[in-house]
């Protein structure tokens, strides 16, 4: 029986590091998975093996960077589950421009990148926002056929996604703000404390 | 003295159409000022004359596509105002996805295209936007103070663009919802008639 080595969690780091560098040195086109591994002292087929190849390999080391952790929001109110969603996102946009950059471009040109970003990062984040929305229709703060709510999302992407459109930097205050002034009415919430 | 010669309507309808046909088939940066020059029998000089180089060249071409025509709506209604801005938009995110994907991609990873979008595209649909808000207060619609005034660009991001960021089609039912559920509410618009 073949014995098939695990990568331990330090080696992992160890190899997200490098590919993080590179990333943001050479963006994620020209990031080459073999150089990488030979830096790691890695085999590129237990690279492979692990991660499938060189979107699931990014993926992995920008997940690495911190979980994006807007699963456990549920503070019981909905205005203080959405700054807590919101702060999360800010919190990662914040984090390192140029890498988000540099993913933000290679998106645009890999579709197996785009699926597995869709996949990884997207649809989670749309999960744990609707997960939000529906228990907050649950405890009556918002109707159920409130006709603001499929729009959510979208009110969402308009700040969370401004920086790369506008190229203007959002403080957390101004996403608050968004929140109060322009989710809350829309939702029919009371206004804020 | 030199006389220079200038590019007729017809022959620059005729120049635009192949940079959109190379546009769509090779991308923005395969695209050759040189061959396209050549295949249209003009001079690189006298493109570089008019257009200053290919960024300026690949946005006449898709400008002269159709007029995003923001710049004249004036109903005397806010809401009626914004529908027709996001109407605008959707005609000309609907009518050649290849394009502007093609741009979208482009202006990622060209700085001299990015800031000749952000010019000729980004700005004068913000400066009518800040105006038709502008006008809204003027006529009593919405308070100058209203704290969701500063928002509304963002909020308009979300919607146009979703399409990119989410890879949905979006219908103008949809947007004028989104201008009836959630724009106007937040801004204290009394409801839809």
Redesign the interface.
């Known amino acids: 029986m073949k014995r098939r080595s695990r990568i331990s969690p330090d080696r992992a780091a160890e190899l997200f590091a490098l590919v993080l560098d590179r990333l943001r040195e050479v963006g994620y086109e020209a990031l080459s998975v073999e150089a990488v591994a030979a830096r790691a002292r890695m085999s590129k087929a237990t690279i492979y093996r692990q991660w499938g190849g060189k979107p699931g390999l990014v993926i992995a080391a920008v997940r690495s960077l911190g979980p994006l952790d807007v699963d456990g929001i549920d503070t019981g109110d909905l205005r203080d589950d959405l700054k807590a969603y919101v702060a999360q996102y800010h919190l990662v946009a914040a984090m390192d421009h140029g890498m988000n950059?540099a993913v933000?471009?290679a998106v645009?040109?890999d579709p197996r990148l785009r699926a597995a970003v869709?996949e990884a990062v997207?649809e989670p984040g749309l999960a744990a926002l609707d997960a939000i929305l529906a228990r907050a229709v649950d405890r009556g703060e918002v109707a159920a056929g409130c006709?603001?709510l499929p729009?959510v999302?979208?009110?969402?992407?308009?700040?969370l996604?401004?920086e790369i459109?506008?190229?203007e930097a959002v403080d957390l205050g101004f996403l608050h703000?968004?929140v109060?002034?322009?989710i809350a009415?829309?939702l029919?919430l009371p206004p804020a404390r």
């Open positions: 950059r933000a471009q645009h040109r869709r997207v006709p603001a729009y999302k979208y009110m969402l992407i308009g700040t996604g401004s459109h506008l190229g703000g968004y109060d002034h322009v009415p829309a029919g």
